[in-house]
T-cell receptor
Framework: AQSVTQLGSHVSVSEGALVLLRCNYS??????LFWYVQYPNQGLQLLLK??????LVKGINGFEAEFKKSETSFHLTKPSAHMSDAAEYFC????????????FGPGTRLSVLP | DGGITQSPKYLFRKEGQNVTLSCEQN?????MYWYRQDPGQGLRLIYY???????QKGDIAEGYSVSREKKESFPLTVTSAQKNPTAFYLC????????????FGPGTRLTVL
């Protein structure tokens, strides 16, 4: 069974500082990996996805993530945090065919301090 | 604009009552999903449907029921058998075989009094 872990349920950074949100997965087959963002009382919005093309994936709002097979990781980064980045971030892995097999991590709440 | 709509945004019900949450999509997606989200937790899959008139239980289906009579619609009923129904409910969809990303609706917050 596939699973996703996100280290740190809550991360705080200062405005302008580097954002690093960690995601590790377990998968018996090459996975598809995703990062989503959720603002309070809203649905999830896709930030970026890895689907076995380039290992460094660029997404919206200046975020990017690097797929590292040897470390089974897909960490999310942004060079400079903005106040508007404060939200909940979810890493997800597709565990096979037919899309019903998405597995979401528990989420990391990002706070941005002025 | 294409997308997923969920209604209502906020829903209040008395304990013991069944309640139906609406999910409609105009993306022409084949597969649709219902998730439950509790504070500080990730998303847990309730039910999913790959095609019309067919659906499967997810990880936490007990106390819930669904139907898929039309491609665009996938309503979720929270029954009185669900012991702790207060939560945020999210509907999602994917095109075709669904290896791509899931598209989410805005969610419905259900509070049972």
């Amino acid at each position: 069974a596939q699973s996703v872990t996100q280290l740190g349920s809550h991360v705080s950074v200062s405005e302008g500082a580097l954002v690093l949100l960690r995601c590790n997965y377990s998968s018996s087959v090459p996975p598809y990996l995703f990062w989503y963002v959720q603002y309070p009382n809203q649905g999830l919005q896709l930030l970026l996805k890895y689907t076995s093309a380039a290992t460094l994936v660029k997404g919206i709002n200046g975020f990017e993530a690097e797929f590292k097979k040897s470390e089974t990781s897909f960490h999310l980064t942004k060079p400079s945090a903005h106040m508007s980045d404060a939200a909940e971030y979810f890493c997800a892995v597709s565990r096979g065919n037919y899309g019903q097999n998405f597995v979401f991590g528990p989420g990391t709440r990002l706070s941005v301090l002025p | 604009d294409g997308g997923i709509t969920q209604s209502p945004k906020y829903l209040f019900r008395k304990e013991g009552q069944n309640v139906t949450l609406s999910c409609e999509q105009n993306l022409n997606h084949d597969a649709m999903y219902w998730y439950r989200q509790d504070p500080g937790q990730g998303l847990r899959l309730i039910y999913y449907s790959q095609i019309v008139n067919d659906f499967q239980k997810g990880d936490i289906a007990e106390g819930y029921s669904v139907s898929r009579e039309k491609k665009e619609s996938f309503p979720l009923t929270v029954t009185s058998a669900q012991k702790n129904p207060t939560a945020f409910y999210l509907c999602a969809s994917t095109p075709g075989q669904g290896l791509g990303e899931q598209f989410f609706g805005p969610g419905t917050r259900l509070t049972v009094l």
